[in-house]
């Protein structure tokens, strides 16, 4: 365990049991998402890598356009 972890675990320690409990389901519910996305990212993904191979050689030929988030 982090010394990070251990530190936010003593300072809930504090707290009354209910909100322990509440912090424990957040806690559990976040790692086991986490736990299902490093596994999902850790397979083969060919439609992105095809995705992203067409989007830098579209890139390369020019027929792209730089864009701010504003300008989609």
Known sequence: ????LTK???QIEKLPSSL???IAEQLLYDSENEIAWEKALSKPQPKLES????A???SKEGKTKKMG????
Do not use: G, V
Not at 1 to 4: A, E, F, G, I, Y
Not at 69 to 72: A, G, H, I
């Open 20 to 22: 322990q409990d509440e």
């Open 51 to 54: 995705l992203a191979q067409r």
């Open 1 to 4: 365990m982090t010394t990070l």
């Open 8 to 10: 936010a675990i003593k």
């Open 56 to 58: 830098l050689r579209e």
């Open 69 to 72: 988030f504003d300008e989609l």
